[in-house]
């Protein structure tokens, strides 16, 4: 039995967090399937397992943990890598952080569910999520702009945290070559050793359908 268990799919953004977290350290880790498709996460089992329907969901021996953040906290904590040297740099990473879930992720993985997983979609929402993703994309690429990393010169949690969903590009109909801080961003990290892309991480995917077959 593998020490982490990572509940999660493919399709999930947030569930990659962690997932890519433990690869790129090498832990002794297994995902544990969530049929989110099917409704799985809103079931009475599930919630036994988090109140808060959703995924990812970190299990570590006796402890559970939600909420990626909390969880890649936890993990830095565990294994003392992609952390911070001091306070002022903690805080700084938990500014990222909380930015991303806020908007970076917030608006960016409701676009691409709106784009190419959710049936007969309004036209105007999706048309505003778009827009407020690109303006999230937009602070990510001026802040990108001249940097390796997020925060400081190495790659850290709020790395691994905001990239997350970038790499769905062709879910999101993103060219990453009109944002080159991100895409140049987003080559460094490819090629990390252990890197995988969240299609090949976890499992779930390809879904049937309009979905089926897309990367």
């Known amino acids: 039995m593998a020490e982490y268990l990572v509940y999660g799919f ?8 962690p997932a890519l977290y433990l690869e790129l350290v090498g832990a002794d880790w297994k995902p544990r399937f969530v049929d989110y498709f099917n409704g799985e996460t809103r079931t009475p089992e599930y919630r036994k397992i988090n109140v808060m329907g959703e995924v990812p969901v970190l299990e570590h021996g006796k402890l559970r943990l939600t909420q990626s953040g909390v969880i890649l906290d936890y993990l830095v904590e565990r294994f003392g890598r992609y952390g911070w040297y001091d306070n002022a740099e903690r805080r700084d990473i938990l500014r990222w952080l909380l930015w991303d879930n806020h908007k970076l992720t917030s608006y960016t993985a409701t676009y691409r569910y709106l784009r190419v997983l959710a049936s007969n979609p309004d036209k105007t929402v999706v048309e505003e999520f778009g827009k407020r993703a690109q303006a999230a994309w ?29 790499f769905f590009e062709d879910e999101l109909g993103a060219d990453w070559n009109q944002y080159p801080g991100i895409r140049e961003w987003l080559a460094r990290i490819r090629v990390e050793p252990r890197w995988k892309h969240p299609y090949d991480l976890l499992p779930g995917h390809p879904l049937p359908g309009r979905a089926r077959g897309a990367r």
């Open 10 to 17: 493919a399709q999930s953004g947030n569930s990659y967090k």
């Open 138 to 166: 937009k602070v990510l690429d001026t802040h990108m702009t001249g940097r390796n990393y997020v925060v400081g010169e190495r790659l850290t949690i709020a790395d691994i945290s905001a990239c997350a969903y970038l």
